[in-house]
Structure formats: structure tokens, C-alpha cells
């Protein structure tokens, strides 16, 4: 189920995510919580997410709840620049002092080594081990790929995916994901996915994930189930989600694809 409201202005982001929060009856996690938003490169959104899209966020859990640690955490795919100097670039560090929240770096995070025979790209895998221990709320940007066709909450799971063992070649730190990038990024969600996604479709790009012609589509979408979430983002992106190799991968295992039911609000 996809919960959405549209035409949201600016000024409205904060009241437009606390009603979706509210309509979904969120319960409080029972582990701290890691916000991932989608920081590639250092270019301005929507190429990534808006920081005051995740200072609305991160409101809002505070509002619901005591006592959470938050946290901000991103592992850029940038091969010239550190995920800290993202973070500078595009505002999060300002924001992360007002809000006392602390900015985590996944390139360099602590690994767990794990195993899943059954999957076919990444039958092992290093995952950070934050990844482990914290609920993530995954806030994308509505974004077409030159390559994976979308990337929407799935995919923006490859902040977590450790330079260290993952470039193999290429200009980004990620670049293993790069060939077979369907099975990979279906092979990641099947190690860790976000348990919760508030998608940032108020504006897009409708071509490529790094520039080119945006859309404004004026919506925000919430959804527990990632599958369903990308199937819808990657309709109003004027797309088949059929034609996603790994939506239609996840179909049945990681959430649904098909008679999603969406729920303006």
C-alpha cells in the first residue's frame, strides 16, 4: 500500500509528511533511526534529496517520539568527493547541527560479512553493520537511470554498499553494482531493505539521474513496502514497472508489484 498526497508546496513539506504518518498509524520502532537520503554527487536536487525534505523528517519522528536517536547517513557513489564533503556542499551539516543530529559516512562504516547461497549476483556480502542495528527510513528522490532504468528506495539502499569491496574500476565507488545491476541491487534488498520510505516525487528527473529535463510531479509518497513504492515511482516517471528488472525480481519476495492499492490523503 502507497499512501501519497498531492500538490504539495514547499512551505507545506513538514505538515504534508505528518499527516501521511499519521495515516499510516506508524508504531514506534524498537531501534534508533537512520534516515538515507540520496546524496550521489554534490549536485543540487532534485539529483538528491532536499535537505529540508529530511530536517521535515526528522521533525516529525521527534514530535511522535522520545527518546530515538536519529541519524543521517549516506555513502556517496562521488569518486572526487568524501561523503562528508557532500554533506557540506548541499547543507546537511548546518542542518545537522540545528537539529543535533549526527551525520554517519557508510563508506567508511564498520562491516558485517554475510551470506545468502540462494541469491545469484552477491552470494556473500559486506554490509555495514549500522545497517544491522538501526530502522531506516529511506527518503529518495524520484529519479529516471541511465542504467537501472529507475532509482527510487531500492536502489537508494546502495549508500550502503562498501567502496572497499564494491569498485571494481570506473569513475564511481560503487562501480561493481554496475554490471548485472539488476540482480545486484535486488541481491542487496534481499541482505537489508528500508523498513520504511518517504519519497521525495515533489519534483524529478525524468531522463537520467544526474541531469537532463525535470518533471513536478507535486507529490510525497510513504510505504513500508519498497517494491510497491518503486512500482509506483517508476509510474510517474511515466514508465512500466514491468520493465524494471529488479521490481520485477522483488515481486513476491521483497514486497508487491502488482494491484498496489494507493491512498491519497
Known sequence: MVYITKDV???DIKETISGLLDRIALKPPDKDILIKPNLVDAIAPPVTTPVDFVEAIIE?????????????????????????????HLGYNLMAERK???????????????????LTRWKEFYLPTIALDYYIVSAPVLKAHTLAGVTLTMKNMMGFVPPAHY????????????????????????????DLTILY????????HLGGAQ???????????????????????GRDPQDIGYITMAH?????????????V
Not at 556517496?76 to 564533503?85: C, D, I, K, P
Not at 570506473?170 to 537489508?192: Q, V
Open 60 to 88: 516529525c519522528f521527534r514530535e511522535r517520539w522520545e527518546g530515538f536517536k536519529i541519524t543521517v547517513a549516506e555513502g556517496t557513489g562521488s569518486a572526487e568527493l568524501s561523503t562528508h564533503q557532500v554533506f557540506k
Open 100 to 118: 543535533g543530529v549526527g551525520l554517519v559516512d557508510l563508506n567508511e562504516e564498520p562491516l558485517t560479512k554475510l551470506s545468502m547461497p540462494y
Open 215 to 237: 518533471i513536478s510531479p507535486g507529490i510525497i509518497a510513504i510505504g513500508s513496502d519498497p517494491v510497491a513504492m518503486d512500482s509506483y515511482g517508476t509510474e510517474l516517471l
Open 167 to 194: 569498485r571494481m574500476g570506473g569513475y564511481w565507488k560503487k562501480s561493481a553494482f554496475h554490471t548485472r545491476i539488476d540482480e545486484s541491487i535486488f541481491d542487496l534488498n534481499n541482505y537489508r531493505s528500508p
Open 252 to 264: 513476491g519476495v521483497l514486497g508487491m508489484l502488482e494491484e498496489i492499492t494507493v491512498v491519497e
Open 201 to 208: 516525487a515533489m519534483r524529478g528527473m525524468r531522463d537520467s
Open 9 to 11: 508546496a514547499d512551505r
